[in-house]
């Protein structure tokens, strides 16, 4: 069963900078597409970004230019690089991780951006 646990969340000020990592286990890592989703209170969870098992990277048109996804095969780790983070990026960021037909969820990390 496909484990992934998040971390790195937290309450910034706008502006500032935030790096979430998301570690996965019990899967060969390198052949999956890792995506971070985020869901803020009464709005339905969106994908923010994802990257492919080859590195190829796509991002929602609200974060691009500011947020950055990444991976690291050797660690079994896909981080979201968060800069010039603004109040509407606050939710709750989730990742996923897909091969094939089925995917799997982390239990989510909480960011707050707030002054």
């Known amino acids: 069963q496909v484990q992934l646990v998040e971390s790195g969340g937290g309450l910034v000020q706008p502006g500032e900078s935030l790096k979430l990592s998301c570690v996965a286990s019990?899967?060969?890592?390198?052949?999956?597409?890792m995506s971070w989703y985020r869901q803020a209170p009464g709005k339905e969870r969106e994908l923010v970004a994802t990257?492919?098992?080859?590195?190829?990277?796509n991002s929602t048109e609200s974060v691009k230019g500011r947020f950055t996804i990444s991976r690291d095969n050797a660690k079994n780790t896909v981080y979201l690089q968060m800069n010039s983070l603004k109040p509407d990026d606050s939710a709750v960021y989730y990742c996923?991780?897909?091969?094939?037909?089925?995917?799997?969820w982390g239990q989510g990390t909480q960011v707050t951006v707030s002054s």
């Open positions: 990257i492919s098992s080859g590195g190829r990277t």
């Open positions: 996923h991780a897909r091969f094939g037909g089925s995917g799997s």
């Open positions: 019990k899967i060969i890592f390198s052949l999956y597409t």
